[in-house]
């Protein structure tokens, strides 16, 4: 093995782990919590643009909550949005907000992903 070998392969290596420590170790975002609207909503916007943004979201239970996903990108693996936990996915058109209403009745943290389960997102419930 030459000299330009070991420097691709140490390269790819390297790569390789950034992509693991990016998708699995990196620190998480801070939570965002709902803001109560009219009628006790808690309404949150939700950028859509190589993940999401806020990714984790606080809510409380026993109230409905409205997301609001803008979705700033024709990338498409955030073509849809899917909430196992809640049977529940979501065609999300580029360029445009498309309202989520939930209705979370027991406390926990429930992911949200797209539809390839690349991005990923929480749904904290208090």
């Not at 190589?50 to 809510?59: F, L, N, Q, R, T």
């Not at 990108?73 to 445009?96: G, H, I, K, T």
Request: proline share 6%; with cysteine.
């Amino acid at each position: 093995m030459d000299l330009a070998e070991i420097f691709v392969t140490a390269g790819g290596l390297a790569l390789a782990g950034l992509v693991v420590w990016y998708f699995f170790f990196a620190a998480p975002e801070a939570a965002v919590s709902a803001v109560s609207a009219a009628g006790g909503v808690q309404e949150v916007a939700v950028t859509v643009k190589g993940g999401y943004s806020p990714a984790v979201i606080e809510v409380q239970h026993g109230r409905p909550v409205q997301l609001s996903f803008y979705r700033d990108e024709d990338a498409d693996c955030s073509e849809e949005v899917v909430f196992p936990d809640f049977n529940l996915r979501r065609a999300l058109p580029a360029f445009q907000t498309t309202l989520i209403e939930l209705l979370p009745q027991q406390p926990g943290r429930f992911e949200f992903t797209c539809g390839m389960g690349m991005l990923r997102g929480s749904l904290v419930v208090k």
